[in-house]
């Protein structure tokens, strides 16, 4: 189905796509610059707003780490948060498949 065109939403598209590439740029020129274009583009979604504080304790743990520690411990300590994440996902995973096989809401499971 053709539509006409629409100028607001190109110039947001547009300059979107501009402070994407800026954030892009100052990335690969400051070694210290903090934000990331991903970020930008995933923080108004949805989910953002489910998993913002998730994403903010795993930065501010990686931060203290590797100020503290230096890469070497971050290196070392990163099994550790991928077994957290798999352990979530497996759980997570189990309590889904229980569900189907009794036949029962999850959070019945909990309880």
Known sequence: MPTQFDLISTTFVIFGVY???LLTFLRWRFF???LFPIGYAVSGSYTMNIFWLSFL????FKRILVKQGGLKTYRQITP????LILGEFIMGS??????IVFQRPMYDFIN
Not at 57 to 60: E, S
Not at 80 to 83: A, M, R
Not at 94 to 99: D, G
């Open 19 to 21: 402070v994407t590439m």
């Open 32 to 34: 210290w610059w903090p």
């Open 57 to 60: 304790l795993g930065w501010v």
């Open 80 to 83: 550790l948060f991928f077994g």
């Open 94 to 99: 189990l309590r889904s498949v229980l569900s």
